[in-house]
């Protein structure tokens, strides 16, 4: 037999719907979607100092991933996340690769016909400048 204080209380709260395009999506884009934040930078300042409720459990948080039927609550307000997309797999960032022209090799008659180039610093790989 269970007893009933060792069981988690439920209560009945009225929540806005907070519709978003992806899941997971981060807890504080979920507060500037549903209009409870003016931008990013107070969403994550409220989580930061514990402000922001999340099923029910403090979120500190600012990039914790939430996903359709969590509730967050903030300021004495409910929202219920609902998204018709599936659960999109983390995708992983590509390496950047430099994409910039390889130099082509000059021939000396081109240096003669050309002013000087300035001269690379081999350490740094900058140019010098003459004023």
């Known amino acids: 037999m269970t007893n ?7 209560i009945e709260v009225e929540a806005a719907e907070v519709y ?5 999506i981060e807890l504080y884009k979920v507060l500037k979607i549903g209009n409870l934040v003016n931008g990013g930078g107070e969403a994550k300042m409220a ?3 514990g ?17 359709a039927g969590d509730i967050i609550e903030f300021n ?10 599936p659960i999109s797999e983390p995708t992983t960032k590509k390496p950047k690769t430099n994409n910039k022209p390889k130099a082509k090799a000059s021939k000396e008659s081109d240096k003669q016909q050309t002013h000087s180039e300035p001269k690379r610093n081999a350490k740094t790989g900058r140019h010098s400048i003459k004023f």
Not at 4 to 10: F, G, I, R, Y
Not at 54 to 60: A, I, R, S, V
């Open 4 to 10: 009933p204080e060792d069981s988690p209380e439920e």
């Open 20 to 24: 978003v395009d992806e899941q997971p």
């Open 47 to 49: 989580i930061a100092e």
């Open 51 to 67: 402000y922001v409720g999340l099923n029910g459990e403090l979120e500190q948080r600012k990039r914790k991933k939430v996903y």
């Open 76 to 85: 004495g307000q409910f929202l219920y996340v609902v998204c018709d997309q």
